[in-house]
C-alpha cells in the first residue's frame, strides 16, 4: 500500500492550495482519512479528517479556511486551503485507516511542503 500526496508549493498570504492524496496497492476497505502537518520547530498536529460515512472534524486553527473531502472510488483524500497565513506553512503529511489483508493499519504519505510567504 502506497499513500501518494500532492498539490503543495509557494503561496501568497490569502491564497489557496488543494492538496491530494491516493492511496493505491491491495485495499479492501479505507476507514478514516486525514491530514496532519507538522510545522518547523513544532510538533505534529492533526489538520482534518474525515471518516467512511463523511463526518468530518477540524483543527480550531483551519476551522472555516479548510474544507476536507474524500472520494472513495478513487482511494483519495483532498484538503482545500483558502484564506492561508503564513502559520500554515508546514510539511502537510495524508494518513489512512485501512485494510490490506487481513489486517487494518495506519499508512502515511510522503509529506509535501506547503509555503505562505509573501
Known amino acids: 500500500v502506497q499513500l501518494q500526496a500532492s498539490g503543495g508549493g509557494l503561496v501568497q498570504p490569502g491564497g489557496s492550495l488543494r492538496l491530494s492524496c491516493a492511496a493505491s496497492?491491495?485495499?479492501?476497505?479505507?476507514?478514516?482519512m486525514g491530514w496532519y502537518r507538522r510545522a518547523p520547530g513544532k510538533q505534529r498536529e492533526l489538520v482534518a479528517a474525515?471518516?467512511?460515512?463523511?463526518?468530518?472534524n477540524y483543527a480550531d486553527s483551519v476551522k472555516g479556511r479548510f474544507t476536507i473531502s474524500r472520494d472513495n472510488a478513487k482511494n483519495t483524500v483532498y484538503l482545500q486551503m483558502n484564506s492561508l497565513k503564513p502559520e500554515d506553512t508546514a510539511v502537510y503529511y495524508c494518513?489512512?485507516?485501512?485494510?490490506?489483508?487481513?489486517?487494518?493499519?495506519?499508512?502515511w504519505g510522503q509529506g509535501t511542503q506547503v509555503t505562505v510567504s509573501s
Open positions: 474525515i471518516t467512511s460515512g463523511g463526518s468530518t
Open positions: 496497492g491491495t485495499i479492501f476497505g479505507i476507514y478514516t
Open positions: 494518513k489512512a485507516l485501512l485494510v490490506s489483508g487481513l489486517f487494518k493499519n495506519a499508512y
